[in-house]
């Protein structure tokens, strides 16, 4: 049972434009949520997280938003750049089962086109 | 450079032997995690430890047992690896475990059993 969903395996964006990466969740207890960004060969690093009384935090380019009603969570990356190519891994935090853990989802690979 | 350190880096092995994966935490941080991922697969959360005491166990395998040392260093033993063992496993840490706590990942510890 997926409780932490990416649908989308893959993304292009055209450099410049806006880079909108989805991600689904079905665990209501869910309280934190993360986005990792990780190049290949390399370990995931932390991008950007929003709490649950939250429904945007906004760093720089990279901007959360969470729709609690909908256990929706999305990445907005404005302007997309070169760069920014990695698998993006949505993750969610809260108790699963008897223990509080960080679940992922399958990640989305973003191809940013020059 | 996250501040997590693992070893080793590369691994090659034949299906029924044993590993060990080692993990060096950030400095300060008491909670130390493992995932694994596979091929065409997300993060998937094997155990966590903090402060030396398993705190939470995910889909982590009977031939697969971890533990974290009083100097917090953590370890991963693979034992009668199969090839589907195959896959990247990545240690992070963090300060304490709760909401709000970011995770900080290794560079991972590429296992390949043949």
């Known amino acids: 049972d997926q409780q932490v969903k990416q649908n989308s395996p893959s993304l292009s964006v055209q450099e410049g434009r806006i880079s909108i990466l989805n991600c689904d969740y079905t665990n209501s207890m869910f309280d934190y949520f993360l986005w990792y960004k990780k190049y290949p060969a390399e370990g995931p690093t932390f991008l950007i997280s929003i709490s649950s009384i939250k429904d945007k935090n906004e760093d720089g380019r990279f901007t959360v938003f969470l729709n609690k009603s909908a256990k929706h969570l999305s990445l907005h990356i404005v302007p997309s750049q070169p760069g920014d190519s990695a698998v993006y891994f949505c993750?969610?935090?809260?108790?699963?089962?008897?223990?509080?853990?960080?679940?992922f989802g399958s990640g989305t690979q973003l191809t940013v086109l020059p | 450079d996250s501040g997590v350190t693992q070893t080793p880096k590369h691994l090659i092995t034949a299906t029924g032997q044993r590993v060990t994966l080692r993990c060096s935490p950030r400095s300060g941080d008491l909670s130390v995690y493992w995932y694994q991922q596979s091929l065409d697969q997300g993060l998937q959360f094997l155990i966590q430890y903090y402060n030396g005491e398993e705190r939470a166990k995910g889909n982590i395998l009977e031939r697969f047992s971890a533990q974290q040392f009083p100097d917090l260093h953590s370890e991963l033993n693979l034992s009668s690896l199969e090839l589907g063992d195959s896959a990247l496993y990545f240690c992070?840490?963090?300060?304490?475990?709760?909401?709000?706590?970011?995770?900080?990942f290794g560079e991972g510890s590429w296992l390949t059993v043949v």
């Open positions: 992070a840490s963090s300060v304490l475990v709760g909401q709000g706590n970011t995770i900080y």
């Open positions: 993750a969610a935090y809260g108790p699963t089962g008897s223990a509080r853990q960080l679940t």
